[in-house]
Structure formats: C-alpha cells, structure tokens
C-alpha cells in the first residue's frame, strides 16, 4: 500500500507476469507465454536437434534445475550432466553428457523475451515509479526465479538490483492469504 512504486516479475510454468505497483494497485504489466515450460522446451529440442536423442519432459525440468543457467558466460563454471534418451536413429536408451553453457545457450531465446518484458512494463511507468524501482530493486517470484544466475542477467540488461522473494514458489500463495485478511482494504484499492 505503499505510496512508492515497487515491479514484481513472477516467473511460472506457463507466464511471466510483470508488473510495477503502487499504493496496492497495478500500474503497468505485461504478461508472456514465456516461462519455465518454454524453458524445457527449449531444452529438448536442443537436445533433439544436436544429439538426435529423444527426452522427456521430466528430464528436461532434471537437466533446467541441476545446471540450468540464464547466464552463458557463467555456465562455464557448471559440470555437464549426464543424462539419458532415446536414440531417433537406433530407437534405443543412450546416455550423453551436456554441458551446461550449451543449455544456457539453447534457453537464452526465452531468457531474452523475459528481458524485454520487463524493459517494456518499466518503459510504460510514469519517471517516479521508475525512479522507485531503481532504488527498490526488482523483485522475482515464482520457480522460474530460482533459474541460476537469472537475478544477474536481469540486473545487467536493466541497471537495476534484482532480488529473488523469500519462498518464490510459495509466495504468491502466502501472499494471497495474507491479502484476504484485509480484504476490506483490497476492495478500497479496487474502486
Ligand atoms: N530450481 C529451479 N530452477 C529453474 N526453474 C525451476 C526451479 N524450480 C522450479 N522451477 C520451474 O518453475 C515453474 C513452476 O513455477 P510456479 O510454481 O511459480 O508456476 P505456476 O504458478 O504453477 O505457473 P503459472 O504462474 O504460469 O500459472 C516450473 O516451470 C518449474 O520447472
Ligand atoms: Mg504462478
């Protein structure tokens, strides 16, 4: 409810919702069809393209959450990973060792659209909720923050700090029940 602006970016499964706030109302938001899935897509058809190899969907969360990095240049610090498919040329189980800058590669598409979008919502805010937000930081929410080095990445192509929530996956949730107990002032907000 502050009068200051502040700009959440919650990172899910199927969106990536933006948004700057303000005395307990949205000012400006985006939302993209970019977001963890794409992030896994991404990966399997990488890995499908460049080893002919078939995975599935839950090695590809496997492969995003063990060295999946929003940074190339640091990816290099990652071990490759071995993981396990289906051969398309042989139809049978093979393993392959991937290396975790070729993954941040194969992801950067989906890491860039997420980029834009909030250059965008911050772009659409009057200069002193911009203002607010460069001293304030950044805040993101939701699995897809816990991306490593995304807070980095972020806060370079933005110039400004990037914080992840306390509990990103459960915030939103947390956060929702905390704004029932005051549902009198949600509704004032509203109006
Ligand atoms: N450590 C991690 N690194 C990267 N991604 C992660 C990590 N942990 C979870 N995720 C991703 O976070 C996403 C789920 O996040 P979240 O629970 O916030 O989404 P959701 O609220 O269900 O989706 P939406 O908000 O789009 O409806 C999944 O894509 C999951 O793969
Ligand atoms: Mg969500």
């Given amino acids: 409810m502050d009068p200051t602006g502040s700009m959440v970016v919650d990172i899910g499964g199927g969106t990536t919702d933006v948004a700057t706030i303000s005395l307990g109302g949205i000012v400006s938001s985006t939302s993209i069809r970019q977001a963890g899935d794409k992030f896994n897509n991404a ?3 990488y890995i499908h393209s460049n080893f002919n190899l078939l995975i599935g969907e839950r090695t590809a969360e496997d492969i995003k959450i063990q060295i999946g990095s929003a940074s190339v240049e640091k990816a290099k610090e990652i071990e490759s990973m071995n993981i396990r498919g289906r051969d398309l040329v042989t139809g049978l189980p093979k393993s392959i060792d991937v290396e975790a800058v070729d993954i941040a ?14 250059k965008e919502t911050l772009e659409q805010t009057s200069p002193e909720i911009a203002a ?12 897809g923050a816990l991306l490593k080095n995304l807070p ?16 990103p996956l459960d915030c939103v949730a947390i956060g929702t029940g ?14």
């Fill in 43 to 45: 990966i399997i058809n």
């Fill in 178 to 191: 905390e704004s029932l107990k005051n549902i009198e002032v949600m509704r004032r907000s509203r109006k």
């Fill in 105 to 118: 590669k194969a992801i950067q598409d989906v890491v860039q659209d997420i980029i834009v979008a909030i």
């Fill in 152 to 167: 980095e990445v972020i806060s370079e192509a933005t110039k400004v700090p990037v914080f992840i929530a306390q509990d």
């Fill in 132 to 143: 607010d937000v460069i001293d304030h930081g950044i805040v993101l929410t939701g699995g």
